[in-house]
């Protein structure tokens, strides 16, 4: 079974703005895929919801064989792993670090809200650091740091709770080509280690076709998808 299912989501915003209209499309279990549209499409919103950090309004989402999250029914996934569903990331396209907060702090938050303190907290904090080559500035505050490396500390704090999904809304987007580059690449490295499933948000063909095994290309207006291309993975995952 696949990991993650939507059958027929649609969402609207008030009368005037349909998002997304009956969208089908399923998430398999170790698949880096790639929602690849131009701006306004829907694909923030298909991850959102897909977060239940919104509600459809129609259509049903199914994750981890768990079905009966009707619209309306749902509530947020994202976070630990609790009863009923797995630990799932999610990497906004702003880093949106707490500026009073070291790099640790930061990264300590998600199991903080779940009532893991700092000292039983610490070897999964220092573990999501080395993940993402900051090992070395746990004690840095984000204005010491890049946008790179702010980036870097946000998917570290994603992947703290050790997810099953993590979830990736254009987190590039805003950095200078080279270090995107360099994002993309380390980005694959903790994909392959971890064994996770990614979906991720781009409106950059290179990006899709470059990191991931499967693209799913959206039309806008309303938010659907128009294509698929499955990326023979010639890529290995040792
Ligand atoms: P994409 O991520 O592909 O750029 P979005 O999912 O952000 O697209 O947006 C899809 C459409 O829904 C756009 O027309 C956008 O303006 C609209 N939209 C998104 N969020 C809201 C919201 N909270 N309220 C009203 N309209 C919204
Ligand atoms: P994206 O990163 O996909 O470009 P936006 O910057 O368009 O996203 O949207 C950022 C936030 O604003 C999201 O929470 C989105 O739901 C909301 N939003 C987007 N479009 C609208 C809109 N037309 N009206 C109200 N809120 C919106």
Redesign the pocket.
């Known amino acids: 079974a696949p990991l993650l299912s939507l059958a027929g989501v649609g969402k609207r915003?008030g009368n005037q703005?349909t998002a997304l209209d009956g969208l089908d499309m399923e998430v398999r279990r170790g698949e880096f895929l790639s929602l690849l549209g131009p701006?306004g499409c829907g694909?923030?919103?298909a991850l959102?919801l897909i977060a239940g950090l919104a509600e459809p309004t129609s259509g049903r989402i199914a994750f981890n064989g768990n079905d009966g999250l009707a619209a309306g029914k749902r509530r947020r996934l994202i976070g630990p792993a609790s009863a009923g569903h797995p630990a799932i990331g999610f990497v906004f396209?702003e880093p949106t670090l707490m500026p009073w907060a070291s790099v640790f702090g930061n990264v300590h938050l998600p199991l903080k809200l779940a009532g893991t303190g700092r000292r039983e907290a610490e070897p999964a904090i220092m573990e999501a650091l080395e993940l993402v080559g900051l090992d070395g500035f746990r004690d840095a505050y984000p204005r010491e740091l890049s946008g790179g490396m702010k980036m870097r500390v946000s998917i570290a704090r994603a992947l703290v709770t050790k997810p099953r999904l993590l979830l990736m809304?254009?987190p590039f987007a805003a950095l200078d080509e080279i270090t995107r580059f360099k994002l993309n690449n380390d980005l694959l490295q903790v994909w392959r280690q971890l064994n996770c499933t990614i979906v991720f948000v781009t409106h950059s063909v290179f990006e899709s076709v470059y990191l991931s095994t499967r693209i799913l290309v959206f039309r806008a207006r309303p938010g659907r998808i128009a294509a698929e291309l499955a990326i023979d993975p010639a890529l290995e995952r040792d």
């Open positions: 915003f703005v701006s694909k923030s919103t959102r396209q809304d254009e």
